[in-house]
C-alpha cells in the first residue's frame, strides 16, 4: 500500500485538520497529490465541521506544481484545471485557516490566500514564483495576492518570484493575520480554531458565505485573464527549458 499524500483528521471539538503529508515529494502539486488533497477535502465536507486547520510539513507547507505537469501543459497535452483547488477551498461551507509553518511557493501560497485565516512563519519564505518557470501566475493568485500582501507587494511577488522570509514580509506590514516564530504557528492557529469552534455553527456558516463572495467574483476574474495568459505563456518555445533548467538536478 502506497504511503498517503494528504490525510485528514477530526477532533471532538468540532476542528477538521486537512493534513498534506508528502515528505517526499515536499508537498508538490502532483496530479496524485491534487486527488488525495480533493479527497481528503470530500470526506472533511461530509462531515461539515465548525472549521478546518490545513497544515503541511514543518520545513515546506506546500511547493505548487510538479516538473510533469508543467511539461504536460507545455507540450498541450493537458489544458488549466488549476482552479480547482482554489474553488473548493473558497466554497467551503465553513471558515478555512490556512497554518503555514513552513516555505509556501506558487499554488502552495495559494492555498493561503484561499483560506479565511492565515498564519506564516517569520523563518519560512513565501512567493508567487511562477514567472521563475517561464509562465504567468495561476490558480487565483493575479487577484487573491494583492487582496493578502497589498498591490505593491504582490506586483514584486509576481513579476520577481522573489521568495520572501516571513520576517520580510512581516515589516512591510502585509495583510496575514499572524507571523510568528516557525515553533507558535500551529498553537496559535489551534487557538483561532477553538475560538471559531466554540460560536454558534449556523451563524458561522452564514458569515462565511458572506465573506467569501468577493473571493469568489475575484476568481471568476482571474480566471478569464489567467486562462488566457496561460495559452499563450506555456506556448512560448522556450517556456520547455525555463522549466527543465528550474527542475534541473531535482
Do not use: W
Amino acid at each position: 500500500m502506497s504511503t498517503p499524500r494528504v490525510t485528514h483528521t477530526l477532533e471532538d471539538n468540532g476542528i477538521a485538520y486537512l493534513n498534506m503529508v508528502d515528505v517526499q515529494g515536499k508537498n508538490i502539486f502532483s496530479h496524485r497529490f491534487v486527488e488525495e488533497f480533493l479527497a481528503q477535502l470530500d470526506i472533511i465536507e461530509e462531515v461539515n465541521p465548525r472549521v478546518m486547520i490545513i497544515r503541511g510539513l514543518d520545513d515546506v507547507f506546500c511547493g505548487g506544481a510538479d516538473k510533469e505537469s508543467l511539461m504536460e501543459l507545455a507540450s498541450g497535452e493537458i489544458v488549466v484545471r488549476d482552479l480547482v483547488i482554489s474553488e473548493r477551498l473558497i466554497h467551503t461551507r465553513f471558515p478555512v485557516i490556512a497554518a503555514m509553518e513552513g516555505h509556501a511557493m506558487g499554488g502552495g501560497l495559494v492555498i493561503g490566500l484561499c483560506s479565511d485565516i492565515v498564519l506564516a512563519a517569520r523563518e519560512s519564505r513565501y512567493g508567487a514564483v511562477f514567472m521563475t518557470m517561464g509562465f504567468t501566475p495561476g490558480m487565483g493568485t493575479t487577484t487573491l495576492l494583492q487582496e493578502l500582501v497589498g498591490p505593491y507587494i504582490a506586483s514584486e511577488m509576481m513579476y520577481t518570484g522573489k521568495r520572501f522570509k516571513g520576517k520580510e514580509l512581516a515589516e512591510k506590514g502585509c495583510g496575514f493575520n499572524y507571523i510568528l516564530p516557525k515553533a507558535d504557528v500551529l498553537a496559535k492557529a489551534k487557538d483561532v480554531a477553538l475560538q471559531i469552534a466554540e460560536r454558534n455553527p449556523k451563524s458561522v456558516g452564514l458569515l462565511k458565505y458572506t465573506l467569501s463572495a468577493r473571493k469568489k467574483k475575484l476568481l471568476i476574474d482571474a480566471r478569464v485573464q489567467e486562462d488566457l495568459m496561460h495559452t499563450i505563456s506555456f506556448g512560448y518555445p522556450e517556456t520547455k527549458e525555463i522549466i527543465r533548467g528550474f527542475y534541473a538536478g531535482s
